[in-house]
């Protein structure tokens, strides 16, 4: 047989191969929201073909980060679409209001996007010292979706605990003060 040497399995006729991109920024004494910030625009940037904003979701694991990233992307002209409010009722109408078919880049918290899809996500996350924490990472990382035109999933981590998984990745990079 041709390149037995190399065994590795066929994609049955008629299946894509899909490109998807896989990075993981582990970050020590940084903003982690300025990262996540420009972890999205490094997406819109490198995606081939283009990716539009539409088509971008940040979920994070605190809503403080969620906020502070809305407005620093809102200070690039980046506009969102969030689930994040200061009282509960007016939290509640935002994520009515959240919908994947508005054309602005999407934040929102790791809880409040389980069920839901994207080709283009960033994960945030700040520990991950339980079962629980580590639950909800799996959940988000999980949320990407398979595309014809390519997925792309950025982790950023400020996880100490799994920065060793990450280092498996196919792009790490370390981010410190």
Do not use: M
Request: with cysteine.
């Amino acid at each position: 047989l041709p390149d037995i040497e190399n065994p590795r399995p066929i994609s049955p006729q008629g299946i894509i191969d899909y490109h998807t991109e896989l990075r993981w920024i582990q970050v020590k004494n940084v903003d982690i929201a300025q990262v996540c910030c420009d972890a999205v625009i490094e997406i819109v940037k490198s995606a081939q073909p283009e990716i539009a904003f539409a088509d971008l979701t940040c979920i994070v694991d605190h809503a403080e980060i969620g906020k502070k990233i809305v407005l620093l992307l809102s200070q690039k002209k980046i506009y969102c679409i969030d689930t994040f409010s200061k009282e509960d009722q007016g939290s509640r109408r935002k994520k009515l209001a959240f919908f994947k078919g508005d054309g602005r880049v999407k934040v929102t918290t790791l809880h409040s996007f389980k069920g839901w899809e994207t080709r283009a996500l960033v994960v945030q996350l700040s520990k991950a010292d339980s079962l629980e924490a580590l639950a909800l990472f799996y959940t988000g990382i999980t949320r990407l979706k398979r595309n014809d035109n390519g997925s792309y999933l950025t982790v950023v981590c400020g996880a100490t605990e799994l920065e060793e998984f990450g280092k498996t990745w196919p792009y790490f990079n370390e981010i410190s003060s």
